[in-house]
């Protein structure tokens, strides 16, 4: 995680776009969430305490479906934090994204406070029991929601497009069960303004600390459990081709060797070989697969004897032929090296393609 501090926060087109929609997202579930808890105060038995936990658990959902396409809607400090820690989010681009959060949280209390009646609440969080049993439940809440995002977010089994009422619902969850306790933060951006605005500082850190390692611990234990039961099928022989070798059958050469166990073999070439593309490896890098050391071939060098399963990657373009009795699997991807964009769009081209490989390679061992 030193990359969060060594390198200077530059901010591309691409990056202030997202962060930008993360401000937005995290402004939306703290004006929604905090607002309905300051509305309660002032307006007394307009919004009862069961209706603030629906609250909060739809804004996050409405804002992860509106959103999510455009920043991964984290919306949340520990979640991005969470996420870098287990490669799936550049640790360069962390400060950014934290910043844009709690300008995002500090500006929705902002125009709350400046279109609602004086009040003495601002939603801010506090412990009903001891700071380290606060600290406790923050973080086992905490857990659970980054344990469900990380699932239904970044492994293709998961069905993605549940994706926001899971996470809204581990929201709701959390704020019904733990919400008389701590108030359920779960989002050190969520706690921060309001307690600097209602001047409770005193226990801030037990709503910074315990969302923080919270998620820190659910995304190194999914990824754990992830990967720890490769599919078992030594007999695996498998050619990815596409033309240039360089981007999809190259991430499925990678894609497939941390899949299949050590005895399989895959390998990958195209009709016209040129080199592997650089963001082809930083898009599985983002993952813990490295293919800086894989090189583009000829399909002419690949040995028959060494194959069983041809799969080709072609979309738009002729696919190489490979002759010779062998089980021919075709997958019609885009070839993401031919988007155009600045160059976080065109890498997140190769994530939406590499995502699609790693779900059509666990649907071919189903």
Known sequence: MGGIISKPLLIGPGLLKKSMAEAIGTFTIVFAGCGSVMVAERFPGSISPAEIAVIFGLAVAVM???LGHISGAHFNPAVTLAFAAARHFPAREVMVYWI???AGSFGAIGVLTAILPPGKFYGATTPSVFPLQALGWEFILTFFLMFVIVAVATDTRAVG?????????VVMLGAFVGGPVTGASM????SLAPAVFEGRMDVIWIYLLGPMMG????????EYLRHSDPVKDPGK???FLCVANSARSQMAEGLAKKFFSAGALIQSAGSRPSRVNP???RALAEIDIDISRQRSKSVSRIDPSTV???????AEEVCPVYLGKFERIHWPLPDPAGQSGTEEEQLQKFREVRDEISRRLKTLTA
């Open 308 to 314: 069983k399963t041809v799969i080709t990657l072609c």
């Open 161 to 169: 497009t549940m994706a926001g009422a899971a996470i809204g619902a």
């Open 187 to 190: 989002n050190p951006a969520r």
């Open 237 to 239: 022989k498998i050619l």
């Open 279 to 281: 963001l082809a490896v």
């Open 100 to 102: 844009f959060q709690i």
């Open 64 to 66: 992860v479906y509106a």
């Open 215 to 222: 998620a820190l611990g659910a995304a190194l234990l999914y």
